[in-house]
C-alpha cells in the first residue's frame, strides 16, 4: 500500500490552463503538506494543512489554491498555469504532534508547461 | 535566503571510499532530518536527530548533530553505487515546517 500517493505523475499542459494535482495518504497523519521541487533540486515549502485548517501558507501566487475535503487528502489547484510553473511537485504528510519521525513523501507530479 | 546550506553541492567518488556532506545554518533547530532523494522518487527519511551532540548511526552511515545544533553531517563509510543519491538535510522551521537545504547529489562509480 501506498503511503502518499499522488497523480498524476506526469503533467504536461499549455500556458493559461487550469489543472489539478490529486493527493492521498493512507498513514492517518494530522498534517499535509506541498513542496515545490525547481530544476537545481530545491524544495520549498508551498502551503499545509492541519485538520483542514491553512496553517503556512508561503509566498505563493494565489493562482495556486490547495483544498482539503478531509483529513487523507490535500489537492492542489492551479490557476493560469505560466511557463515558471515548471516544477515537480511534492505532497507530504506528517503526525503534527511528533515531527521527530519526519515527513512522508509521495513520488511527486511533474509538472510542464508549454 | 536560504535557511540550511549543504555541501558539497556535488560529490562524486569511486565505490569503497568514504565521504563526508555537511548541513549549516546560523539558525538552532528543535530538530534535524536527514532525507536521501533517488530520481523520479520523493524524499525518504533517514534519521532525526535532537540532541546537541548527538551521534546516529544507520549501517555505513553516520549521522552528528553539532553542539550548538546548528549543523550537522552525514559521514558514509566504504560507499557503494546503492548510496547514490540527492542527500537533503531539513531543520523545523519555528513556523512548524520542515525547511530543506538545496542537497549533496552523491555519485558513487563501481
Known amino acids: 500500500d501506498t503511503a502518499v500517493s499522488q497523480t498524476p505523475k506526469y503533467l504536461v499542459t499549455q500556458m493559461g490552463n487550469d489543472k489539478s494535482i490529486k493527493c492521498e495518504q493512507n498513514?492517518?497523519?494530522?498534517?499535509m503538506y506541498w513542496y515545490k521541487q525547481d530544476s537545481k533540486k530545491f524544495l520549498k515549502i508551498m502551503f499545509s494543512?492541519?485538520?483542514?485548517?491553512?496553517?503556512i501558507n508561503e509566498t505563493v501566487p494565489n493562482r495556486f489554491s490547495p483544498k482539503s475535503p478531509d483529513k487523507a487528502h490535500l489537492n492542489l489547484h492551479i490557476n493560469s498555469l505560466e511557463l515558471g510553473d515548471s516544477a515537480v511537485y511534492f505532497c507530504?504528510?506528517?503526525?503534527?504532534?511528533?515531527?521527530?519521525?519526519?515527513?512522508?513523501f509521495g513520488s511527486g507530479t511533474r509538472l510542464t508547461v508549454v | 535566503t536560504q535557511l540550511l546550506e549543504q555541501s558539497p553541492q556535488f560529490l562524486s567518488i569511486q565505490e569503497g571510499e568514504n565521504l563526508t556532506v555537511y548541513c549549516n545554518s546560523s539558525?538552532?533547530?528543535?530538530?534535524l532530518q536527514w532525507y536521501r532523494q533517488e530520481p523520479g522518487e520523493g524524499p525518504v527519511l533517514l534519521v532525526t536527530?535532537?540532541?546537541?551532540?548527538e551521534v546516529k548511526k544507520l549501517k555505513r552511515l553516520t549521522f552528528q548533530f553539532g553542539d550548538a545544533r546548528k549543523d550537522s553531517s552525514l559521514h558514509i563509510t566504504a560507499a557503494q553505487p546503492g548510496d547514490t543519491g540527492l542527500y537533503l538535510c531539513?531543520?523545523?522551521?519555528?513556523?512548524?515546517?520542515?525547511?530543506f537545504g538545496a542537497g549533496t547529489r552523491l555519485t558513487v562509480k563501481p
Open positions: 507530504a504528510s506528517s503526525q503534527d504532534s511528533d515531527r521527530y519521525y519526519g515527513y512522508t
Open positions: 498513514l492517518g497523519h494530522d498534517t
Open positions: 494543512y492541519n485538520n483542514k485548517e491553512l496553517i
Open positions: 539558525s538552532v533547530f528543535s530538530s
Open positions: 536527530v535532537v540532541t546537541g551532540g
Open positions: 531539513a531543520g523545523a522551521h519555528p513556523n512548524n515546517d520542515m525547511r
